[in-house]
């Protein structure tokens, strides 16, 4: 198999089953809302449905409009993902990862979205009053694969496209 296959399937697979998993065993654990403390004062699993998109944007909106957009938007987001990654070339590892966890993150957070119509957030960082926005596996993957593709246009100025 292709080395660049190989990457996707090594970094995108587990990306998707760890983050559904993960949120499989929240959903079943706990109860909406629930908190469990974990570090006094800096992180706490926290059980939270997100309806919007990242730091809640959109929640506030219709149901019926925001769950056939996210829908639309998040396979959008997957086939350029996907293009992207076929056009990378075989040797841009650090893009071929980036793709890969997007793709893995994007995947993980679209099946929510079309069994739950929202997405399970848990992770729960804060300090003080200070307060992140819970996120998930999926989030931490999007976030890492936007990193390390910004930082491989930067630092090696690689054609990916």
């Known amino acids: 198999m292709n080395t660049k296959y190989t990457i996707i399937l090594i970094i995108t697979l587990p990306v998707i089953v760890l983050d559904q998993l993960t949120k499989f065993y929240i959903q079943k654990s706990m109860k909406l809302h629930q908190s469990i403390k974990i570090i006094d004062g800096l992180f706490d699993i926290t059980y939270v449905l997100n309806k919007g998109a990242a730091f809640s944007f959109l929640a506030?909106?219709?149901?019926?409009?925001?769950?056939?957009?996210?829908?639309?938007?998040?396979?959008f987001a997957i086939g350029i993902i996907g293009f992207l990654f076929y056009k990378t070339e075989k040797n841009d590892?650090?893009?071929?990862?980036?793709?890969?966890l997007l793709l893995g993150g994007s995947i993980g957070n679209?099946?929510?979205?079309?069994r739950h119509g929202a997405v399970t957030d848990f992770l729960d960082f804060y300090f003080q009053q200070y307060h992140w926005p819970a996120f998930n596996i999926a989030d931490s993957a999007i976030t890492t694969g936007i990193v390390l593709f910004f930082f491989s246009q930067i630092f090696f100025k690689k054609k990916t496209v």
């Open 60 to 75: 506030d909106k219709s149901e019926g409009f925001i769950v056939p957009f996210f829908i639309i938007v998040s396979v």
């Open 93 to 100: 590892y650090i893009s071929l990862i980036a793709f890969a």
């Open 110 to 114: 679209l099946i929510d979205r079309i």
